[in-house]
């Protein structure tokens, strides 16, 4: 079966999928996985020291409450998705370094750029929780589909 968005959506037309909304800013454009969910707010801390653990090929999934004040990841964090193994990064928010991210082996869907960072410890942070933008309900252990035409989820993999 192919992982193509399209087709899955097809397939399985009761699978959630998001708003079109994310712009794509990774090296990878294709990218799928087991999602971990991050609800933050203008403070990346809780990203890096996941994204500082082994990804075994999920993906992260960030609600950054789309605030548009700062970025949420740049290529620093990239650099740490890669080496540990994470799939891709959706992110509620901005990032920044967008020609580093772009260069490195990992998908990354954002609402867009920002210059600035963001604030350590500023805000409480929350993981493993539901959080919802986009029109889904993203849960941890779900399963998350992305390419250029969009973000598929589902309870279960739909690619087995």
Known sequence: ??????DLSDAHPDAPVCAPIFRDFGGRITFHGQIKTLKVFE??????STLETPGEGRVLV???????RCALVG???GV????????????????RDSEEIGAQAIGVKALGLHPKKSEKGLHSAQADKVV??????FHSGHWLYADRDGIVV???PLHE
């Open 80 to 95: 740490l998705g890669v080496k540990n193994g994470w799939a891709g990064i959706v992110v509620y928010g901005y990032i």
């Open 132 to 137: 919802t933008f986009a029109g889904v309900h």
């Open 62 to 68: 960030v609600d950054g409450g789309g605030s548009d």
């Open 43 to 48: 403070d990346n801390a809780i990203v890096r």
């Open 1 to 6: 079966m192919s992982y193509a968005t399209t």
């Open 75 to 77: 290529g620093n964090l």
């Open 154 to 156: 589902s309870d279960k």
